[in-house]
């Protein structure tokens, strides 16, 4: 890259022509040519939003079940295991549907 002339802070010949040389070239692009360029620019992401979304998901359902098993294990007085067996949410299900 070329260097400013002697500190002065004013760009030199060779980068002002490059300059208008990138203007006058995204003047003769049409519309589309830019909108391509665009969003090839904005479309690289290190981590998609779709995986985010998916992180968070997942993220979210792990919580809940750590929150049920320290619930039950604490307040319910069972084992925290039993969480995941389906007999402990249908007895609690079947306690819901009653009360």
């Known amino acids: ?8 802070g004013q760009p ?5 022509k490059r300059h208008q ?11 589309e040519q830019k909108q391509r ?5 904005y479309s690289s992401r290190r981590v998609p939003i779709l995986v985010r979304l998916l992180i968070v998901l997942v993220l979210v ?4 079940v750590v929150g049920a098993m320290v619930g039950y ?3 319910g007085g069972g084992e925290a295991m039993d969480v995941l ?3 402990t949410w249908t007895r609690i299900t079947d306690f819901w549907m009653k009360a």
């Open 12 to 16: 030199t010949r060779e980068r002002l």
């Open 37 to 41: 360029k665009r969003l090839r620019e």
């Open 85 to 87: 067996k389906i007999e």
């Open 73 to 75: 294990a604490t307040f």
């Open 21 to 31: 040389n990138e203007s006058n070239q995204e003047q003769q692009e049409n519309p």
């Open 61 to 64: 359902v792990i919580a809940l």
């Open 1 to 8: 890259m070329v260097q400013n002339q002697a500190g002065t």
